[in-house]
């Protein structure tokens, strides 16, 4: 998950939002998240993009909301 907030930042050149390491642990927090596809590609599913492309096409049309 850090990996990939850090990538958001960096393509959007704010890598001042993250914030990482400012807000102390708690007792119950999860320290480990994992972000792995490799069971669904096993059961026969296949990304049609990539991570980058996907963040990319996100960012893009996030850039198109008026609120």
């Known amino acids: 998950m850090r990996d990939a907030g850090e990538m958001i ?9 993250l914030g990482i390491g ?4 708690r007792d ?3 320290w480990k998240y994992a ?3 490799a ?6 599913w296949n990304p049609k993009t990539s991570l ?3 963040l990319q096409r996100t960012i893009e049309w996030e850039g198109t909301i008026r609120v």
């Open 52 to 54: 980058l492309e996907g």
């Open 28 to 30: 119950n927090e999860v």
């Open 9 to 17: 930042a960096g393509m959007l050149g704010r890598k001042d939002l």
């Open 35 to 37: 972000l792995d596809t």
């Open 39 to 44: 069971r669904l590609v096993g059961a026969g």
């Open 22 to 25: 400012e807000i102390s642990y």
